[in-house]
């Protein structure tokens, strides 16, 4: 059984023995971005690709690919703003709302 | 051709362990089950094993690092007694509801409040709905042939449950008896390596471990534990008929004592039943009446429908508990015979007795006293109260 | 062994704590799991352990694992020695030629699963000498439960319970230092850090922790905007205030040897980090400067020890 196909209405022969889970990260599969108030917004034509927003992120969710950083994965942001008040350029501004 | 040995309990079982090889072992020394890591480690010293020894500063973290290492793919087992076991108590359901084929060899000891050091059950029976298999031994050859088939036990797929395979603090766990030992290689071939499909260190798949469920998953992860109870069933008996063609020894649930033509009925656990024995032999001979004793092996899973149609028959059964579980009335297996034989619709009158705690002997003449006593109650059709006490000095 | 930092590069490595978890927004705790796990060699492999905590509950809530590796949580008390047990089969195990590739053994805990309760179990595995790392997230309380007090909590500060109160000044103790207990073990390498604005130092003294043989322990002060009362947007401001006020000095310990990596140009007075924290708001209420003179005795106290067994 994969864990995709276990939900809360999985009978208990489904369930993985031990509830343990035979795969990686498959928390990629929650949504966590639904629990923003507030949005980040990524300004690229400020951004320096200094990167000092990436490690901030507590929800890994400022991709890094060969040393740039792309557009914010807002399936998991929750919009806490760290990374916002970090940029030493302005590129990134917070919005209210999702 | 087996071995003839003169062994202790707790040198049993640490012949077991040898002869097994498992990769882990962490262990704490605790009194009567100190001397199962002494000998395991002399044997590493020795460089006779490849066991890797854990010397972990508490009982707790022995089972924590005994799950770590059977989550991580090695054959794990720990040691201890009494207190210590209490101290894992946390532990023993995880290592359950993680599914981990762990041995724990128990040797039972009175839980502590006064401190004592000899033998009663407290401390496994306080664990019997930890989710545990629980294997119980009347003598050394008893315990290192149920240590021998735990690991097959618990590593069958079917199962995937950890084993506690327990003795009688001091009693047998000190006492030096007879024993005959299996070879080495049969050993090995029974036992066989172990393969764990998953596992934390398996380069393919990585694995995770000990979730948080909500309520939505519980249930049903307590339902699937529970299947695997069920199946421990099927698989004992098979481990036990695959033993016996090893050793030609025979074992099962429980172990029926003269109960073929039987009408007075002890049920009992552990070394005591030695005692028990002697007893039936003694008024057998000398007055003919039908004594019996029905010893329980497997405590967890509880063989219920088995023992009710063991016993369902008998005028009366006296049902001797070594713990108090303080319910005010009968003790755990007193308790659980009782509603045995309720759902069976069995007419026999039963009394609990308490006996042997914190190491209180139990002699042959006790044992025909409890004899004498399920004649009347038989006669009489009165049994006074739930529970009783053998060997209990009162006013 | 330690190679130059090179930020860019090491910020590019493969993510190994996915999105999805349930940490609260602005969580210092994943940020410290985040930044421990970049340290890890990409070509090794990890197994993850975890005390119960915020981190456990939120980052393996069934079925969804926030871990590219492999991870274990056992229970509240017990990371350390659950830990000794994984690392021990890996020993085994690779001697009897079972598993072939090279895994690393860190564990994570909170301040109340590392300071407190699982201290005999994290102290055992260090005596030990097994070849993990124990990394205490530490903000200060156990925050999973709802801010109550830990011996990692600083004083005066005002928890679920050791509130401010008429007649109470928050909690009264002054914490533990658990980085020196750690040190007095004897192990090859101790670290104290928190984040910087590249994260060098946190990755150096991961790095150091996971590839030193034997045991180690890393200390990392995170903190928790829901815990200590502050805006999530802060958090960064918090860390550099915690660091130039010298309340959480930066150091490690390597074969005993104690080194500062990080001074202050200018030590800051401790009010600096204290007032933009909610937990010690009844401190600037009039009448209780003496508080903060305390806070700050304490403060200078431990920075002139630390300094002197840094020389």
Redesign the interface.
């Known amino acids: 059984m994969k864990s995709i196909d276990i939900n809360e209405k999985s009978p208990w022969q489904d369930i993985t023995e031990g509830n343990k889970i035979f795969e990686s990260a498959t928390s990629r599969n929650f949504c966590t971005g639904e629990w923003r108030t507030a949005t980040p917004e990524f300004h690229i034509e400020k951004c320096k690709q200094c990167l000092l927003c990436a490690p901030v992120c507590p929800d890994s969710s400022i991709p890094v690919k060969d040393g740039k950083r792309g557009e914010f994965d807002y399936d998991h942001c929750k919009g806490c703003g760290i990374c916002a008040k970090v940029c030493p350029f302005g590129a990134i501004t917070m919005r209210e709302g999702k | 051709m087996a071995i003839r040995e003169r062994l202790s309990g707790n040198e049993a079982v640490a012949y077991a362990i040898k002869q097994i090889n498992p990769d882990v072992m962490p262990a704490f020394p605790i009194t009567p089950s100190t001397e199962i890591p002494q000998y395991v480690a002399t044997y590493i010293a020795n460089g006779e094993i490849d066991t890797e020894f854990i010397h972990v500063e508490s009982e707790h973290s022995a089972m924590s690092a005994t799950i770590g290492a059977s989550a991580a793919g090695a054959r794990a087992l720990t040691a201890t007694s009494s207190c210590g076991m209490a101290l894992m108590w946390e532990e023993l359901y995880v290592a359950a509801s993680d599914r981990l084929p762990i041995v724990l060899a128990l040797v039972n000891r009175a839980l502590t409040g006064p401190i004592n050091i000899n033998a009663d059950h407290s401390d496994s029976m306080g664990a019997r709905d930890s989710g545990w298999i629980q294997i119980y031994a009347e003598s050394n050859q008893e315990v290192y042939d149920n240590f021998l088939q735990a690991f097959p036990i618990a590593e069958h797929p079917d199962v995937h449950l950890p084993v506690m395979i327990c003795q009688d603090g001091f009693i047998t766990s000190h006492g030096v008896e007879n024993i005959l030992l299996v070879e080495d290689e049969k050993v090995k071939e029974f036992v066989g390596e172990y393969h764990p499909e998953h596992f934390l260190l398996n380069n393919k798949e990585p694995m995770a471990v000990g979730p948080y469920a909500v309520s939505n998953y519980y249930m049903e992860t307590k339902r699937a534990q529970r299947e695997a109870m069920k199946n421990a069933k099927k698989v004992i008996l098979e481990m036990a008929d695959k033993f016996e063609k090893l050793t030609g020894r025979k074992y099962s649930f429980f172990e029926e004592y003269k109960m073929e033509d039987a009408e007075y009925a002890v049920v009992i656990i552990g070394s005591a039943a030695g005692t028990c024995k002697a007893a039936i032999d003694h008024i057998r001979e000398t007055t003919g009446k039908k004594v019996g004793l029905v010893k329980i092996r497997v405590f967890r899973p509880f063989p219920e429908e088995e023992l009710a149609e063991a016993l369902k028959d008998m005028k009366a059964i006296a049902v001797m508990d070594r713990s108090e579980m303080f319910s005010a009335t009968s003790g755990p297996l007193g308790a659980e015979v009782r509603a045995a034989l309720y759902q069976a619709k069995s007419n026999a009158e039963v009394v609990n007795y308490f006996y042997g705690l914190g190491g209180r002997d139990i002699t042959v003449e006790d044992f025909q006293q409890v004899y004498a006593n399920l004649e009347v109650m038989a006669e009489t059709h009165e049994v006074k109260g739930m529970y009783d006490y053998i060997g209990l000095r009162e006013k | 062994m330690e190679t130059a930092y090179q930020?860019?590069?090491v910020?590019?490595k493969p993510?190994r704590?996915?999105?999805?978890?349930?940490?609260?927004?602005?969580?210092?705790?994943?940020?410290t799991v985040?930044?421990v796990l970049?340290a890890l060699h990409e070509e090794d492999?990890a197994?993850i352990?975890n005390a119960t905590g915020c981190l456990?509950?939120?980052?393996?809530?069934?079925?969804?694992?926030?871990?590219?590796?492999?991870?274990?949580?056992?229970?509240f008390?017990?990371a350390?020695?659950?830990?000794?047990?994984?690392?021990?089969?890996?020993?085994?195990?690779k001697?009897?030629g079972?598993?072939?590739?090279t895994?690393k053994f860190i564990t994570f805990g909170g301040d109340g699963g590392t300071y407190d309760i699982g201290l005999?179990?994290l102290?055992?595995a260090m005596?030990?000498g097994h070849d993990m790392v124990y990394v205490c997230y530490d903000n200060g309380a156990y925050m999973n439960t709802g801010t109550q007090r830990s011996s990692a909590t600083p004083q005066f500060a005002d928890t679920t319970t050791t509130p401010a109160g008429k007649v109470s000044s928050g909690k009264v103790q002054v914490r533990k230092d658990l980085a020196a207990i750690m040190a007095e073990h004897h192990i090859p390498y101790v670290g104290q850090t928190t984040?910087t604005?590249?994260?060098k130092d946190i990755h150096t003294k991961a790095e150091k922790a996971i590839y030193t043989p034997g045991a180690a322990f890393l200390n990392v002060l995170s903190p928790c905007?829901r815990g200590w009362g502050y805006?999530?947007?802060?958090?960064?401001?918090i860390c550099k205030l915690a660091v130039d006020t010298c309340y959480w000095p930066m150091f490690e310990v390597v074969d005993g040897q104690w080194k500062l990596t990080y001074e202050p140009k200018k030590k800051l007075p401790i009010e600096d980090f204290l007032r933009p924290q909610k937990r010690f708001s009844h401190l600037f209420k009039a009448g209780n400067e003496d508080l903060i003179g305390q806070f700050q005795m304490e403060v200078d106290k431990r920075w002139e020890e630390l300094c002197k067994k840094c020389q």
């Open positions: 930020f860019k590069e910020m590019s993510e704590l996915a999105p999805g978890h349930r940490m609260c927004a602005g969580c210092g705790g994943t940020i985040r930044a970049r492999k197994v352990g456990e509950v939120s980052s393996f809530m069934y079925p969804y694992t926030a871990y590219e590796d492999s991870y274990i949580h056992n229970a008390e017990n350390g020695a659950t830990l000794s047990g994984v690392e021990t089969a890996y020993r085994v195990l001697k009897k079972k598993i072939q590739d895994y005999q179990s102290s055992g005596e030990r984040f604005s590249n994260f905007p805006d999530t947007s802060e958090l960064m401001n």
